[in-house]
C-alpha cells in the first residue's frame, strides 16, 4: 500500500526558514518525478516546485527561485523542500505529489499522482 507522509512546516517569521519532508512507502522515489504544489485561501492550487526522478533537473516557480530548494534523499525515501527568505505571500497549505510532469516553466499532477496529508505553512510579518 502506498502512502506518502508530510512533516514540517508551521509558523514562522518573515524572513525565516522552514523545512518540508514527504517520506513515501509502499514506492520508491527515484520512479518517479516528485514536487511541491501549495494552495493559499481563495487561490488555485499552484506548481512551487518539481524534481525528476534522478533529481538532475528541477522546476522553480518564479517567486520562490533562488529562495527554496527542492531534493531527495533516496536513502531514506524522502522528498524535500528547504524554503530560505520565507516571505508572508508563501502562506499555504503545501502538499507534496508523486509522478508529477514538468518542464522548465510548468509542474502538474497527473491523475495517478499521489499526494501527502498537506501541512500548513504561515509566515506571519
Known amino acids: 500500500q502506498v502512502q506518502v507522509v508530510q512533516s514540517g512546516g508551521g509558523l514562522v517569521q518573515a524572513g525565516g526558514s522552514l523545512r518540508l519532508s514527504c517520506t513515501a512507502s509502499?514506492?520508491?522515489?527515484?520512479?518517479?518525478?516528485m514536487g511541491w504544489f501549495r494552495q493559499a485561501p481563495g487561490k488555485e492550487r499552484e506548481g512551487v516546485s518539481c524534481i525528476g526522478w534522478s533529481g538532475s533537473s528541477t522546476y522553480y516557480e518564479g517567486s520562490v527561485k533562488g529562495r527554496f530548494t527542492i531534493s531527495k534523499d533516496y536513502a531514506k525515501n524522502t522528498l524535500y523542500l528547504q524554503m530560505n527568505s520565507l516571505k508572508p505571500e508563501d502562506t499555504a497549505m503545501y502538499y507534496c505529489a508523486t509522478d508529477v510532469n514538468y518542464s522548465g516553466s510548468w509542474c502538474v499532477v497527473r491523475p495517478s499522482s499521489r499526494w501527502g496529508q498537506g501541512t500548513q505553512v504561515t509566515v506571519s510579518s
Open positions: 509502499g514506492l520508491s522515489i527515484d520512479d518517479y518525478n
